[in-house]
C-alpha cells in the first residue's frame, strides 16, 4: 500500500487462503490504517501525493466498480483533503474480490489493494494469479517451502518472489511478461541489449 504510482512492481492484488484470510484483512487493515500520509519531504511521512493527479479518477472508477461487482470496502476509497499540494489518495483495502473487477484486471498505481479469499488446490490458486494481461512479478508468502516452489516456477512473470516483494537485484534481469514489456534490463542480459557488437 505504500505505492502512489512511483512503483511498477507494487502488490496490486492478493490471494489469501481461506484458513487466514479474516485475520490476514483485519492486520492489513490495522497496518494501513496507521499510514502516515502527508508531506514527502517529511522523513516520517509515508505515503505522499499521487504522482499523477488523473489517476484519483482511475482509484475511484476501480472501487465503484467493485463494489457494484460485490466488493467490499473495509478500509478508505476515496481522495483525501489535505494541507499539502497534490493528490491524496487513502490506504484502499477491498475484499471479496473476484477476477472481473477491475482492481483486479486492471493496474492500479496507487494506494489500493483487492484481496481475494481463495480455498482450492495449487493449480486454481496459480490460474487466478496468471489470469491476467501482466506479468512484471508475483510473489508468494508461505511457511511452506514446497508449496512456494510449487507454485513459482508456474506463474507467468518475469520476477517471481518467495516471502518478498518489490525487490530488485542490477545482478538479476529485470523483465515482464505479456502487458508489462518485452526485453529486459539490468543483470548481464540486460547490459547486453544495449552493447553493440563489433
Same mark, same amino acid.
Given at each position: 500500500l505504500y505505492n502512489n504510482g512511483q512503483s511498477c512492481c507494487s502488490i496490486e492484488r492478493i490471494y489469501v487462503h481461506e484458513d487466514i484470510h479474516d485475520d490476514f484483512v483485519k492486520r492489513l487493515v490495522h497496518h494501513a490504517s496507521s499510514l502516515k500520509i502527508g508531506d514527502p519531504t517529511d522523513e516520517t511521512t509515508y505515503l505522499g501525493p499521487l504522482t499523477r493527479p488523473q489517476q484519483a479518477k482511475v482509484l475511484d472508477e476501480q472501487v465503484s466498480d467493485a463494489i457494484e461487482k460485490g466488493g467490499n470496502v473495509v478500509l478508505g476509497g476515496k481522495v483525501l483533503n489535505t494541507q499539502f499540494g497534490g493528490v491524496f489518495y487513502s490506504p484502499t483495502v477491498i475484499t471479496n474480490c473476484t477476477r472481473d473487477m477491475k482492481v483486479i484486471r486492471d493496474e492500479s498505481f496507487g494506494p489500493i489493494m483487492g484481496v481475494t479469499k481463495v480455498s482450492g488446490s495449487v493449480e486454481e490458486i496459480v490460474n487466478q494469479m496468471n489470469d491476467c494481461e501482466y506479468g512484471l512479478t508475483n510473489a508468494v508468502y508461505s511457511k511452506d517451502k514446497d508449496i512456494a516452489m510449487e507454485i513459482l516456477p508456474q506463474l507467468q !512473470? =518475469? /520476477? +517471481?518472489? @518467495?516471502?518478498?516483494?518489490?525487490? +530488485? &537485484?542490477?545482478? #538479476?534481469? @529485470? &523483465? =515482464?511478461?505479456? =502487458? !508489462? *514489456? +518485452?526485453?529486459? /534490463? #539490468? *543483470?548481464?542480459m540486460g547490459i547486453t541489449t544495449f552493447v553493440q557488437p563489433k
Open positions: !512473470s =518475469g /520476477t +517471481v518472489y @518467495w516471502n518478498a516483494c518489490d525487490r +530488485v &537485484s542490477p545482478q #538479476l534481469p @529485470w &523483465s =515482464g511478461r505479456f =502487458g !508489462s *514489456g +518485452v526485453g529486459a /534490463t #539490468l *543483470g548481464e
